[in-house]
């Protein structure tokens, strides 16, 4: 009963996960657009380096974004370096100028997107995204913001805001604004990213779907994504042929594997609330960057949990929050901007994330943590 009444509270901040059997599909998916990309003797090489003649980027990396274009229904793909970030300041540098004003959620902002509103010097209007009808009275009559910026996953424990719906009202009533997705810690694990609600562009991390470190993807038209491959136009800026083709490889694996790590975050959660360990007062699901379980403690003895836990074979610090490196369970801090929301969590949560593990493993050294 006690599960049951806080699965209810958060119920719907959280965002659905593919089941493996969907999660399988997908994987199929993005095989088959592989195939219309690449002969076979194409997909076996590492690729080419370099700024190629006919592309001006390297060849394989052209027939990998072509694939990931023709995945998620987009116009154009590129990747890009510096990851996450580096995907969202090349798409809002390439579609605002400094002074200009776009939306965002009145909610913390994440650490590197804050940083990047200020280098850029955009200007910021908040709007409720979990308010449609405030969303919709903002869009209207404010004709002066450009871009309506929304991030995918969770920026605060509260959010409920769907992100179709959203996206939905905002065309339906300005068709002209240009709407950017951060889907990062959502793509290939829910069921769609912000291009294939109606956004115009989507944004996220190679690392957080298992590939290379530094590789950013952003999807979306055409005209704006010309835009900036013609801007990067030096060959230390490609994205080189086979850092292409170890992302597009991980890419197929990350579905299964995300669904089998959702399903133990229900879990872990599920255990927890039904007093599995002692000295836990709640633990809910979130979409806190990645789907985790957010655990807050009877006791402010957070970060000394997080400290022995190290020792009990857990990860402590993420290295991309759900990359090709982490395979321990993760009990960590809870998010910035969650902090920033709710300052009690920095001393009563943890944030717990079983990666590759199974719930059993990540009890037994939460267990052991808070007992010692």
Same mark, same amino acid.
């Given at each position: 009963?006690?599960?049951?009444?806080?699965?209810?509270?958060? &119920?719907?901040?959280?965002? +659905?996960?593919?089941?493996?059997?969907?999660?399988? /599909?997908?994987?199929?998916?993005?095989?088959?657009?592989?195939?219309?990309?690449?002969?076979?003797? %194409?997909?076996?090489?590492?690729?080419?380096?370099?700024?190629?003649?006919?592309?001006?980027?390297?060849? %394989? #990396?052209?027939?990998?974004?072509?694939?990931?274009?023709?995945?998620? =229904?987009?116009?154009?793909?590129?990747?890009?370096?510096? &990851?996450? #970030?580096?995907?969202?300041? $090349?798409?809002?540098?390439?579609?605002?100028?400094?002074?200009?004003?776009?939306?965002?959620?009145?909610?913390?902002?994440?650490?590197?997107?804050?940083?990047?509103?200020?280098?850029?010097?955009?200007?910021?209007? &908040?709007?409720?995204? /979990?308010?449609? !009808?405030?969303?919709?009275?903002?869009?209207?009559?404010? %004709?002066?913001? !450009?871009?309506?910026?929304?991030?995918?996953?969770?920026? %605060? +424990? #509260?959010?409920?805001?769907?992100?179709?719906?959203?996206?939905?009202?905002?065309?339906?009533?300005?068709?002209?604004?240009?709407?950017?997705?951060?889907?990062?810690?959502?793509?290939?694990?829910?069921?769609?990213?912000?291009?294939?609600?109606?956004?115009?562009?989507? #944004?996220?991390?190679?690392?957080?779907?298992?590939?290379?470190?530094?590789?950013?993807?952003?999807?979306? !038209?055409?005209?704006? $994504?010309?835009?900036?491959?013609?801007?990067?136009?030096? =060959?230390?800026?490609?994205?080189?042929?086979?850092? &292409?083709?170890?992302?597009?490889?991980?890419?197929?694996?990350?579905?299964?594997?995300?669904?089998?790590?959702?399903?133990?975050?229900?879990?872990?959660?599920?255990?927890? /609330?039904?007093?599995?360990?002692?000295?836990?007062?709640?633990?809910?699901?979130?979409?806190?960057?990645?789907? /985790?379980?957010?655990?807050?403690?009877?006791?402010?003895?957070?970060?000394?949990?997080?400290?022995?836990?190290?020792?009990?074979?857990?990860?402590?610090? +993420?290295?991309?929050?759900?990359?090709?490196?982490?395979?321990?369970?993760?009990?960590?801090?809870?998010?910035?901007?969650?902090?920033?929301?709710?300052?009690?969590?920095?001393?009563?949560?943890?944030?717990?994330? +079983?990666?590759?593990?199974?719930?059993?493993?990540?009890?037994?050294?939460?267990?052991?943590?808070?007992?010692?």
């Amino acid at each position: 009963m006690v599960y049951d009444s806080i699965r209810l509270k958060y &119920a719907d901040s959280v965002l +659905p996960s593919l089941t493996i059997e969907e999660a399988q /599909n997908l994987q199929f998916k993005l095989v088959g657009s592989m195939s219309k990309h690449f002969t076979g003797d %194409q997909f076996l090489s590492m690729g080419d380096l370099g700024v190629a003649p006919r592309y001006k980027k390297p060849e %394989q #990396t052209e027939r990998v974004e072509c694939a990931i274009a023709d995945f998620f =229904g987009a116009g154009k793909t590129a990747l890009v370096r510096g &990851a996450g #970030t580096g995907a969202i300041r $090349i798409i809002v540098s390439t579609l605002l100028s400094a002074g200009e004003t776009m939306f965002i959620h009145t909610a913390p902002v994440y650490t590197t997107t804050k940083d990047t509103i200020k280098m850029l010097g955009i200007q910021t209007k &908040a709007v409720d995204f /979990n308010d449609l !009808k405030a969303v919709e009275k903002a869009v209207v009559d404010d %004709q002066v913001c !450009k871009l309506f910026y929304v991030q995918h996953a969770r920026q %605060q +424990p #509260t959010d409920t805001y769907d992100l179709r719906a959203l996206i939905e009202t905002v065309k339906g009533v300005r068709p002209d604004l240009q709407v950017v997705v951060d889907d990062n810690y959502c793509a290939m694990k829910t069921h769609g990213i912000g291009i294939e609600y109606g956004a115009d562009y989507s #944004t996220f991390s190679g690392f957080k779907i298992l590939g290379p470190e530094g590789i950013g993807v952003i999807a979306g !038209k055409e005209e704006a $994504i010309n835009t900036l491959q013609e801007r990067n136009y030096s =060959g230390g800026g490609q994205v080189q042929g086979h850092e &292409a083709m170890e992302l597009l490889r991980m890419m197929t694996f990350a579905p299964v594997s995300l669904a089998i790590q959702n399903a133990q975050v229900e879990e872990v959660c599920k255990q927890l /609330n039904e007093g599995a360990i002692e000295g836990i007062e709640s633990a809910y699901m979130t979409n806190a960057q990645s789907k /985790n379980v957010i655990v807050e403690l009877k006791d402010p003895i957070a970060q000394e949990v997080i400290k022995r836990s190290n020792s009990l074979g857990a990860a402590t610090h +993420p290295v991309g929050a759900e990359s090709k490196y982490e395979i321990v369970p993760m009990i960590y801090r809870v998010s910035g901007s969650f902090i920033e929301a709710q300052p009690r969590l920095e001393k009563y949560g943890l944030r717990i994330n +079983p990666m590759k593990s199974g719930a059993r493993t990540v009890l037994n050294i939460l267990e052991k943590a808070i007992k010692s």
